[in-house]
């Protein structure tokens, strides 16, 4: 297992399209708010709007993670390579600015997302994005890709068997698949305690633990079966321990109360309370989120899979 330490100031760094382009300017919020990430059609709506309102707060999160899911995709050169559910495009900007010979597509089921990756990776030639399911893309005829990545976007599957066979047979023989996802709910305390705000009946973890969600991949066996049913191989499974940062600054604590509240399992159910059962659900929220405050810092524990197979050379 991997452990990923804070910096100095518990941070990675934050990629921003500094070199190419122009930052995204600021969305207009959603009207509503939440994130249960159970469902694609969740991401085509609400959760994508959310997520798209929250592209920079969400990347600071993935932060560690992130540097470490690059490191994993870039050991190996590729030609051309496809970030799966590429959200607001890091992973796509980050692969394609780094390898300029190298062509990158980031594809996505939500337009708003789309449309914040495609503002951020400003003017990089060897980069695109696109709007659709990775589980009906077609290569067409074009080189097939021989590298596909993702960053915690391949859990929301209705049949992950069938989208993982799919994505294969679109790939170049020998293809590399690299993604992140979060291992078992039980291992990601920031979940749990998140989550524990909530009415029992709201944060009772669902019944079947690989339903489509964000634990969907939890279970390493589950995801073995899924690939190998899939036609994948040489599959291999890297767990990383790292720190979620929900807020930084000198107003951490309300940047993280502001972040949690759109973002992760309790946001949802905050959304929808009013009146008195929201003020005491707020101040449940701060007094946890108060424990994990540290100087400048809040930030809570997580933990995700790294895994990596080969499509049939």
Known sequence: MVKIARNSRGLSKLSTPARHGSAP?????????????????????????SWAHEWQRTDRSFGPLTE???????????AYAVDIGCGAGEVTYRLAADAQ???????????????????????????????????????????????????????????????????????????????SCFRERAANPWALELSGILPAE????????NAPGPFAFGDRGHVSKVLIDAGWSDIAFEAIDYAMVGG??????EDALSYFQRIGPAARTLAELT??????????????????HTGDIVSLDASAWIVTARAPA
Not at 71 to 78: C, G, I, L, S
Not at 105 to 132: H, K, P, Y
Not at 275 to 292: C, F, I, N, S, Y
């Open 25 to 49: 300017a600021k969305r207009a919020e959603p009207t509503s708010s939440g994130d249960s990430m159970t469902e694609q059609s969740e991401w085509t709506g609400r959760v994508g709007a």
């Open 68 to 78: 470490r899911l690059l490191a994993t995709a870039q050991a190996e050169p590729f």
């Open 101 to 179: 010979s190298s062509r990158v597509l980031g594809l996505d089921v939500s337009e708003e997302l789309v449309a914040i990756a495609r503002q951020r990776i400003g003017d990089l030639t060897n980069a695109s994005v696109t709007l659709g399911d990775a589980a009906m893309w077609q290569s067409g005829d074009s080189a097939p890709p021989d590298l596909l990545v993702s960053r915690h976007g391949v859990m929301f599957f209705a049949d992950p068997t069938a989208a993982f066979a799919h994505m294969r047979s679109q790939c170049s023989a020998g293809a590399r698949l690299v993604f």
């Open 202 to 209: 709201e944060s009772a973890a669902p019944a079947d633990p």
């Open 248 to 253: 930084n600054g000198k107003d951490a604590l």
């Open 275 to 292: 009146g008195v059962p929201r003020d005491a659900a707020l101040a449940h929220l701060r007094r946890l989120l108060e424990t994990h």
